[in-house]
T-cell receptor
Framework: EAAVTQSPRNKVAVTGGKVTLSCNQT?????MYWYRQDTGHGLRLIHY???????EKGDIPDGYKASRPSQENFSLILELATPSQTSVYFC?????????FGHGTKLSVL | GDSVTQTEGQVTVSESKSLIINCTYS????????LFWYVRYPGEGLQLLLK?????QKGSSRGFEATYNKETTSFHLQKASVQESDSAVYYC??????????FGKGTHLHVLP
């Protein structure tokens, strides 16, 4: 079964601080994604990548950067975290028409 | 841009009754999108329930069915007889270029025993 691992599982950050969320996949999938989930909004696409070295903006990229240094790893970076970025973040990898999700990272920005 | 609309945030159904969860989509692509239903059971990660990549076709899994209707741009999820174990959050999704996958807001299904 495909595996997507996110770290950390929980994170508390201070406003203005830098936060890095990491995602690792062992599926050898080309595509990887970062979503955030908020009540009333469902899953919203922040950034995605279709291979090592590539990153693309999703629907809500403002305030976020992404990095795909290798096929396996895809990071989401909040350079200056704000309370509005408090959310649950999900990473996924995909090949063809199916996505495999991690268990999520709960981020609280105080 | 592309979008997916799920009108019900929460649906409550008694066990053994029928279910329909509505999903409509909009796309600016000239190509027909691929359509999906994902599910998150309590305590578990989000996982694919079913997919349909050809307009007019029906997908099915675990007793659930969804038909890709390009005329009404709909992909409603149906089940004839729900069970308590079906209680979960269901997400409708689409992709148009095999890279970007867009999700609806999700529908929380509550099945009463």
């Amino acid at each position: 079964e495909a595996a997507v691992t996110q770290s950390p599982r929980n994170k508390v950050a201070v406003t203005g601080g830098k936060v890095t969320l990491s995602c690792n996949q062992t599926n050898n999938h080309n595509n990887m994604y970062w979503y955030r989930q908020d009540t009333g909004h469902g899953l919203r696409l922040i950034h995605y990548s279709y291979g090592a070295g590539s990153t693309e903006k999703g629907d809500i990229p403002d305030g976020y950067k992404a990095s795909r240094p290798s096929q396996e790893n895809f990071s989401l970076i909040l350079e200056l975290a704000t309370p509005s970025q408090t959310s649950v973040y999900f990473c996924a990898s995909g090949a063809g028409q199916r996505l495999f999700f991690g268990h999520g990272t709960k981020l609280s920005v105080l | 841009g592309d979008s997916v609309t799920q009108t019900e945030g929460q649906v409550t159904v008694s066990e053994s009754k029928s279910l329909i969860i509505n999903c409509t989509y909009s796309t600016t692509s000239i190509a027909y999108p691929n359509l999906f239903w994902y599910v998150r059971y309590p305590g578990e990660g989000l996982q694919l329930l079913l997919k349909v990549i050809t307009a007019g076709q029906k997908g099915s899994s675990r007793g659930f069915e969804a038909t890709y209707n390009k005329e009404t741009t709909s992909f409603h999820l149906q089940k004839a007889s729900v069970q308590e174990s079906d209680s979960a959050v269901y997400y409708c999704a689409l992709d148009t270029n095999a890279y970007k996958v867009i999700f609806g807001k999700g529908t929380h299904l509550h099945v009463l025993p």
